[in-house]
């Protein structure tokens, strides 16, 4: 059986109970935004690269690959300025996962451990290989299953033009665009939390249900069963 996972946003512990109550066996597929906000983010990727998981390339991922270079180059004098969007975005509790900075009267320095270094440099490298999305061998009331992280069913049409391949990558990462129902795929994303559960409809699927959030509308991760279109969610671990 195939699942496809909302946004984990480093709650390492909530995955692992929803991977607990799928029977194996199972391929999972994550629709990006495995890391930021919660405190797990290092975990949660080392559990879809073991694991062989397809994922495709989330707006967190492109901060990641983006700003985790600079801090790489200016870790003994960090250049906090030029980073400072990821960091209050939820790159602060990423590098926190990887040991990497410690906060002194507010202020984000270098940790001096190096014991992940060379983990978060490769897990860099595995960022950048990830696709904008993913096309899979299945239909969903009759249209092609795609999964990405945002909303790419207004623009599937333009995903081979050269000319406009900036601006897929744009709708891929960040847009927040309604999916229109006269498009030829049914897309699988997150990206924009939901409350009250998944947002279901004949032409996509969003699975974002806020995990990070900590309120009573959201709190949630949820996976989509692919072959038996069964949806399960869970409450997020309050140790996440």
């Known amino acids: 059986m195939r699942y496809v996972f909302g946004d984990v946003h480093g709650c390492f ?29 290092k975990d949660v990727i080392k559990f879809v690269r073991e694991n062989n998981c397809l994922c495709t390339l989330g707006n967190h991922e492109k901060m990641m690959i983006e700003h985790g270079e600079i801090f790489l180059k200016t870790l003994d004098n960090l250049a906090t300025n030029y980073i400072h969007m990821w960091l209050n975005s939820g790159g602060k509790e990423t590098l ?9 009267n507010a202020r984000v320095l270098y940790s001096g451990d190096d014991t992940f270094l060379k983990q ?11 696709p904008l999305y993913i096309q899979l061998d299945k239909k969903i009331n009759d249209r092609d299953v795609v999964v990405s992280h945002s909303c790419i069913s207004n623009v599937w049409n333009k995903k081979n033009d050269i ?3 900036d601006e897929f990558e744009e709708y891929a990462l960040w847009h927040r665009d309604d999916a229109l129902c006269d498009n030829e795929i049914f897309n699988i994303f997150g990206h924009t939390p939901t409350p009250f559960g ?17 309120d009573i509308d959201h709190g949630k991760l949820s996976t989509f069963c692919i072959d038996t279109q069964e949806v399960i969610s869970i409450n997020r671990n309050k140790e996440d």
């Open 163 to 165: 000319d406009f391949a």
């Open 198 to 214: 998944v947002d279901l409809k004949e032409h996509y699927l969003n699975l974002d249900t806020g995990c990070y959030i900590n």
């Open 13 to 41: 512990k909530t995955l692992i109970d929803l991977k607990n109550k799928i029977k194996e066996p199972y391929e999972f597929i994550f629709v990006g935004d495995l890391i930021d906000r919660g405190k797990y983010s």
């Open 96 to 104: 926190l996962s990887y040991n990497l900075i410690k906060i002194e």
């Open 120 to 130: 978060f440099e490769d897990d860099i490298k595995w960022l950048k290989t990830l």
